[in-house]
């Protein structure tokens, strides 16, 4: 087994549980963490007593002068006495990656080395207040997750968002409406999202008429700066557990039946500096992460029938779906604007809004991606925003401009 791919048949997503996304929450970083943690912990009926490990995603709280120990004061708000807790951060990627930990941590078997003390139920948490700075202070940080010789050039993630944007219509010669496009779709799907940061539909001509970022992005094109945390609770059981486990997975009336399955999850590293990359389109982390992944859940991308896939810029959700070998390199543009990428397409892509309309408080992004899917394959959304019959989903959380990429399959 690849050492970076930890797919698992063993690990279950049992409760799930978000915040809205707000430009400003009003709640501390622990509070909104804390109400993220709750809300999963009752959707698994998980006594937090129960919880062995507690594993906190947050990417900025230093950035922005929030406190140290987040891990160790959210175990105590929550009352998690004597599991063990860690806080994780990749920047962008964090909320995957903390997942990823939690995933780990399960299947590894045992927190301690004795069977007694070994994970059977791990609770991870992402949360940001991105608004405990102003603006200037958040810019700043989030500029400084570019590689150093790029950001002492001025370069920022905008800056790349635009550069690949101008490449990718050049090269394939895509007309502007297709990122437009992108966006369009992306806010639609949040209009019924109570948890979305935006929720106000947009046409393509509202996207193409947006102030301008980074020529050609514009505004619409573009995810906000957001506060949130999602949080997941995992279980050990249903196909490789205890034999308890497997009973009461076959059972339909249980709650473990209900609870989908982690079928694979991978990441990858890619080239830091962008400047290095030989193209500007392929991005390594992505491409990588998603062979592992699928290969580790034992699919194809055509088996897919849900993504929830990283679109900090629009042009991202383009260049990510045919890196992951969901369409031929040079076509998603083609499939977004025939709707194959919309709700009721061949491949219902970002269907609770995505970063650009759900929001993006960093260390959470990753985790609502995860819960958007479980809300998907248990079938718990309206019908407004609800993909029919979905069974697989996918999710990938890229940290920065693609350097590190999460990629996660889960099965209903």
């Known amino acids: ?26 709640r501390s970083l622990t509070d909104l963490a804390a109400a993220a943690a709750e809300r999963a912990l009752a959707d698994a009926a998980v006594d937090p007593a129960d919880v062995d490990a507690l594993h906190f995603g947050n ?7 929030e406190s140290a120990g987040l891990a160790n004061a959210l175990a105590a708000a929550l009352g998690l006495d004597g599991a063990s807790a860690d806080r994780i951060e990749n920047t962008s990627a964090t909320g995957a990656s903390a997942f990823h930990r939690g995933v780990e941590g399960i299947e590894g078997g045992a927190a301690g080395g004795a069977e007694s003390d070994r994970t059977d139920v791990a609770l991870v948490v992402g949360a940001e207040k991105m608004s405990a700075g102003d603006t200037s202070d958040v810019t700043e940080a989030i500029s400084r997750l570019v590689h150093r010789r790029e950001y002492a050039q001025g370069i920022t993630l905008p800056s790349f968002g635009g550069l690949a944007a101008g490449a990718y219509l050049g090269r394939h010669d895509a007309p502007r409406e297709a990122l437009a496009a992108v966006a369009a779709k992306n806010h639609g799907n949040a209009v019924d999202n109570p948890v979305a940061q935006f929720r106000k539909p947009i046409d393509v001509a ?6 301008v970022v980074a020529a050609p992005l514009r505004l619409y094109d573009c995810c906000p700066m957001s506060d949130g945390a999602a949080a997941v609770v995992l279980t050990r059981g249903g196909d490789r557990g205890d034999d308890e486990s497997v009973a009461d997975a076959a059972d339909p009336d249980s709650e473990t039946f209900r609870a989908p399955r982690v079928a694979g999850i991978a990441s990858a590293t890619g080239t830091h500096a962008v ?41 991202l959700e383009l260049i990510e779906l045919e890196e992951l070998g969901f369409y ?19 491949l219902p892509v970002n269907p609770g809004g995505g970063l650009k309309a759900r929001g993006h408080p960093l260390g959470a992004t990753g985790l609502s991606q995860i819960v958007e899917l479980v809300w998907q394959l248990r079938g718990d959304l309206p019908e407004t925003r609800r993909v029919d019959g979905a069974e697989t989903g996918f999710a990938i959380n890229v940290a920065g401009f693609g350097n590190n990429s999460v990629c996660t399959v889960l099965r209903a």
Not at 59 to 64: D, F, M, N, S
Not at 206 to 211: E, H
């Open 275 to 315: 400047a290095e990359r030989p193209d500007p389109l392929a991005i390594d982390s992505v491409r990588t992460a998603g062979d592992r992944v699928f290969d580790r859940a034992g699919i194809r991308p055509d088996d897919v029938d849900v993504a929830c896939i990283h679109d900090a810029f629009t042009v």
């Open 59 to 65: 990417a900025l709280a230093e950035a922005l002068d």
């Open 1 to 26: 087994m690849d050492p970076s791919a930890t797919g698992s048949t063993g690990v279950r997503v049992a409760g799930v549980g978000m915040t809205p996304f707000e430009s400003d929450s009003g």
């Open 206 to 211: 509202d996207a193409l008429d947006s102030p």
């Open 328 to 346: 031929e390199t040079g076509t998603a543009w083609e499939a977004t604007l025939d709707g194959d990428t919309a709700l009721d397409g061949d």
